[in-house]
């Protein structure tokens, strides 16, 4: 009786301490402990192009300096810049001061860069290796400025012929050169679909298939599918057209580093008549896309900013309606 009864008196005095250890711990302490349930955003994310500004650049004078701080402004903490519209300031200031000025602004308005869209360098498809080469020259600057910048790429434009036969080589040799370059700096180029044989999905696939490098890769853009225009111009009217723009997204996808959310005028809906924005949202998500997408408005009958609010709006709806 007296081995039973010494184990019995412990056990007893065991448990009554354990009861009052979980009775001094606050009621208050075991609700933090289950965290709340999070709502749950897009599997991308989202950036600003700067040529949904371009108008208020190019017809009413604004300073594009300021793009960071109108991005800001919309609710943006990521851009894409186009070279295109500091020109005027490379040639007056000089790149350096520009790039500065740019990242200054960056630091003010806590936003980053994601990329550069590169224009008016030179064809990296022309014909001329001459020429060719001078334009991936040309092109190197912006790979230094986007290291400065905290950006990962910039976007490249592949015109030079429209011949298919001599724009496979003399594109793959000019992308293949300028991505050399680029990858001693970590940074990606990327061909998008914005015209001419660069909006034809299968003939870009094949050239990045050539140049067979880990940076070298496409920026598909929902927009942008005219391969020819009004006599052998860059751009005007389109008379002739990529046959299926979800196709082309779908192969572009493959070696997508970058989007673009291209936007036209908006329907009563809300919606764009010739952009089934779900239906691309679903290709991007399916190729396992995650990055940013970079809304680029270019209609008419909105200003540019209620553009870009809009086609944001649409890609947040669009999102919400995915599988």
Known sequence: MKRLF????????????CKNETKETPEEDTKAEVPEKQAEGPFFKI????????????????????????????????????????????????MQAVVDSLKNEQKRHGVSCILIMVDHEGDLADPDEAKRNEAVEKHKKWVDATVTLGGHAIRVNTFGTND?????????????????????????????????????????????????MENCGTLPD???????????????????????????????????????????????????DKLDYVRLLQIVKDAGYTGHIGIEFEGDSLSEKEGIMATKALLLSAAEQLK
Request: with cysteine; charged share 25%; hydrophobic share 40%.
């Open 6 to 17: 010494i184990p019995l008196m412990l056990c007893t005095l065991l448990v009554f301490s």
């Open 47 to 94: 950036s600003l192009a700067q040529w949904s500004m371009h108008k208020m650049v190019e017809d009413d004078g604004a300073n594009p300096f300021e793009f960071a701080k109108e991005a800001s402004g919309l609710g943006f903490d990521a851009v894409e810049y186009v070279s295109q519209l500091y020109e005027d300031q490379v040639k007056d200031l000089g």
């Open 164 to 212: 298919p036969e001599e724009w496979l080589p003399a594109v793959t040799d000019g992308l293949k050169k300028l991505s050399e370059y680029a990858a001693t700096k970590n940074i990606n180029v990327l061909v998008e679909n914005h015209g001419w044989l660069s909006s034809n999905a299968e003939l870009v696939m094949e050239a990045i298939t050539a140049v067979d």
């Open 222 to 272: 929902f927009g942008n599918w005219c391969v020819k225009r009004a006599d052998e111009e860059r751009w005007g009217d389109c008379v002739e057209e990529y046959p299926d723009l979800y196709k082309g997204t779908t192969l572009l996808m493959t070696a997508a580093k970058a989007v673009s959310a291209k936007a036209y005028d908006f329907n009563e809906n809300g919606k764009q």
